[in-house]
């Protein structure tokens, strides 16, 4: 984003708007539309002109094998994406010479136009070594790489646990539970838990009387069963 975008949406912001002239609003963000305005930033591609100049679809990111790589003993992600990454990768695996001889992965223009043998190639290269393997190397190679988990890795990841992210909590009625922890850290204003998650119907009464609901009307609602 240029700094004259930064700067207007800063002037767009509704905290400063109300700083500058008193008035607040409300602001709607919505999910779909605001997946989309990060989707089709690569994927209008040709789509983008009028009339269009190519189908709509970024081919890297819909490329068959863009996805985490299997190793030799579980899978690993990678993002091997400049010239200088792919020199490095090759120099790391003892090939150098295909970066300058073989046109395909010389230049980003010809990556793309050669996505599906690119991608190809590296998750046949993956297979050959194990996760761990992999890791030390890229990482001598300034390549951004990282280990996938799978579920049961992240309940035992050391930093969760010494961050204490994951927690043994006492629900009312379902017992000792796995429960996580607020995920931000903040300096002053500390959000809290205040209640556990409730049970179908547990707060049905104590919601229809902050609507003004009176008790009888409660009963009756409850006994009919038009509320549970």
């Known amino acids: 984003e240029t700094s004259l975008g930064f700067a207007e949406n800063l002037h767009q912001s509704p905290l400063f708007y109300r700083e500058r002239t008193g008035i607040g609003q409300r602001v709607e963000v919505p999910m779909f539309e605001g ?66 001889q073989d046109e395909r992965f010389g230049s980003q223009g010809m990556r793309l136009t050669h996505i599906d043998h690119v991608y190809g190639f590296l998750g046949e290269t993956f297979l050959t070594r194990s996760t761990a393997d992999w890791l030390s190397l890229l990482e001598r190679a300034d390549i951004p790489a990282a280990r996938m988990y799978s579920i049961d890795d992240i309940l035992a990841d050391p930093h969760l646990a010494e961050t204490g992210y994951l927690q043994q909590v006492m629900h009312p009625s379902e017992g000792e539970i796995l429960d996580t922890a607020i995920p931000t850290e903040w300096s002053h204003s500390v959000p809290e838990r205040r209640r556990h998650a409730p049970k179908l119907g547990e707060n049905t009464v104590e919601v229809l009387r902050e609507f003004g609901y009176g008790e009888e009307r409660i009963q009756e609602l409850l006994a009919d069963g038009s509320v549970k």
């Open 35 to 100: 997946m989309l305005s990060i989707v089709l930033g690569e994927h209008l591609a040709g789509e983008l002109y009028t009339p269009a100049t190519a189908p709509a679809g970024y081919q890297r990111s819909l490329a068959r094998d863009r996805r985490p790589y299997e190793t030799s003993d579980g899978h690993i992600c990678v993002l091997v994406y400049n010239d200088k990454h792919w020199r490095s990768f090759f120099e790391a695996i003892g090939q150098p010479e295909v970066f300058e």
